[in-house]
């Protein structure tokens, strides 16, 4: 019996990633999308038009971007290779680190960049890497775009966990966890792949046979333990 991978990610992400999944597989997997949080935009507040360098942790940093009034063409750190696709896409001069947080802030830290620096970012976060510049000289502001609003699984998804197939379920920070935990009804059997030791469901009537962290905390980590896990429980 082939295992079902579980998206939880927002639609666009989870699409991204079921993609790369069945990439790097070499074929279709059966893959269901559920997202349990959806982007929405908010109002900022001041303006950002004289800013020069601006910090993206996801592409949905980046898609509020033009909106709030980032100035396009201003140096844009990237957290990695597909956030920096995005917003060279837009204009920006990309500097690209190695898919994490603390790859992130240490190039941030080691080109030492002079002007006007914000992280656009969601109401919710999981890193401190506005924290982490600050404390290396370098000031940077947080500025809140949009929030990451909880929605409800999909019926798919909700009869998908009460059946008996293998469910690999990846998990990319720690609200999603939480909301994923929620979820009042599991019957199949649950394989977790998390991005960080950080992350789990803590739920007493969730079935979790195994849970697996990524070797690399970025998309490309999460393809490799998804598939790794998947393996190892498909025929």
Not at 17 to 38: D, K, Q, R, T
Not at 129 to 137: F, K, M, T, Y
Not at 160 to 188: C, H, M, W, Y
Not at 212 to 218: F, I, L, T
Request: net charge neutral; charged share 15%.
């Amino acid at each position: 019996m082939s295992a079902t991978v579980l998206i939880t990610r927002p639609k666009a992400q989870a699409e991204a990633f079921a993609a790369s999944l069945e990439a790097a597989h070499g074929g279709p997997l059966h893959c269901v999308i559920s997202p349990l949080i959806e982007i929405a935009p908010v109002a900022v507040v001041g303006a950002l038009d004289e800013v020069k360098h601006v910090v993206f942790t996801s592409i949905n940093g980046v898609s509020q971007a033009m909106r709030v009034g980032i100035p396009v063409g201003i140096t844009a750190w990237c957290v990695g290779t597909r956030t920096a696709q995005a917003a060279a896409e837009l204009g920006f001069d990309v500097r690209i680190a190695d898919g994490n947080n603390r790859s992130l802030v240490a190039l941030i830290v080691a080109q030492a960049p002079v002007g006007r620096m914000v992280h656009l970012r969601g109401r919710h976060v999981a890193g401190t890497v506005v924290d982490d510049v600050s404390a290396a000289g370098i000031n940077c502001e947080a500025v809140i775009a949009y929030d990451q609003v909880a929605i409800a699984p999909t019926q798919l998804a909700l009869d998908t966990l009460k059946g008996e197939t293998p469910i690999i379920v990846p998990l990319f920070s720690p609200r999603s966890a939480k909301l994923f935990g929620q979820i009042a009804d599991f019957n199949a059997p649950l394989h977790l792949v998390v991005i960080s030791e950080a992350i789990d469901v803590v739920q007493q009537n969730a079935p979790v046979v195994s849970r697996a962290v990524a070797k690399s905390r970025d998309g490309a980590g999460m393809v490799a333990a998804t598939l790794a896990r998947y393996a190892e429980i498909s025929p």
